[in-house]
């Protein structure tokens, strides 16, 4: 069996609950055959902590996938599976959309599937969770009943561990040349493509926010979606009676996308336009268009520590300008999705925005990612999305 010891003390943070190791933690291994494979982990002491992944070309060179000395095969795969879909059923809002495998912090190294009734679409990260794929392909076959199932992994952190970057189908029993399907969310009907969709193919992890969003929106309010990729806030806004809604994004295939779920859901006066949101901002500026409500959900401004305080400038900047935008006394739904920024830096970026600006800001409601996405709380690399609800006098 493959070993990995560890350095004296190295297990730590490991016991506090976190889910890696990294190489430099590890003193020395044992019969390691190849990368991805299963490991048993020992303390400096030799003592037995547990079962995991081992790949020695990845600076996280080993993750944990459970404290028990158990065979990790098909069975084993399987109840994990059904302990997550299990947990979010007990959500009562829970349809039939859903992420039902949040990787680490369903203690699922590496693995992401996200659940659109039937059909799946599969993320994987990790060389290791990479050996089981065939397998994970199986199980959703024979348990959840999938009709299709997608891999989505065209994804830098595979080039991290050594792995190639594809996209395709793995299993298709749909009987239908478009893979494009309608579905429902929180009461909007979404139609989903997994193959030219981003990230999984569809952004699951705002649904909570989205559906937030309501209870701040009425007919009267003039709302502005900038980064609004296929249009979820907007159609959001619309479905709470706002009659005014413009959604900008600089992606094709998202605004195109954005316009069929609009004329899906029979949602008028949303104007959908493709460009690039900082040219669009400061287009603006040349106008008196002011807005009641503001969303500002833009991509990550940092994938490193190292670029932590140009990514926190960019948030200052970009949050100040969507307030010179507003009317007095309107709101701004702000976010940021890097792991790297934390609530507090986050919230000293806004209020230095609002200094820049000369507004005064009230925070209203905090939002973090949709149930289906559950934190590990001594893992900070699970807890990525952060949003604020801010009044801007």
Known sequence: MAKVFLNKNEERRLLAGHQWIFSNEIERTEEINKNGEVAELYASGNKFLGKGFYNRNSLISYRHITDKDELIDKAFLFKRISIANSLRKKNENC????????????????????????????????????EYLNTIVEILKENF????IVEKNNNDLRVLEGLEKTEGILFDNTDSEDKSFVTEIDSIRYKIDLIKGQKTGFYLDQAGSRKLLRQYV????????????EGGFALNAAFAGAKDVT??????????????NSVLNNFEGINFICKDVFEYINDLFQTKERFDLIVLDPPSFTKSKKNIIPALKGYTEVNAKAMRLLKPNSMLFTFSCSHHINEMNFEDAIAKSAREVNRKIQIIEYSNCSYDHPVLPQMNETKYLKGILLRVI
């Open 95 to 130: 349809g039939d959309v859903y992420r039902m495998v949040n990787s680490e912090s369903d203690f699922m190294p590496g693995l992401i599937i996200d659940r659109f009734e039937n059909k799946f679409s599969i993320q994987i990260f990790s060389a290791g969770m990479n």
């Open 145 to 148: 009943k999938a009709s299709l």
């Open 218 to 229: 009425n007919e009267r309010y003039k709302v502005l979606d900038l980064f609004c990729n």
């Open 247 to 260: 959604a900008v994004d600089s992606s094709v295939h998202s605004i195109e996308a954005a316009k069929e």
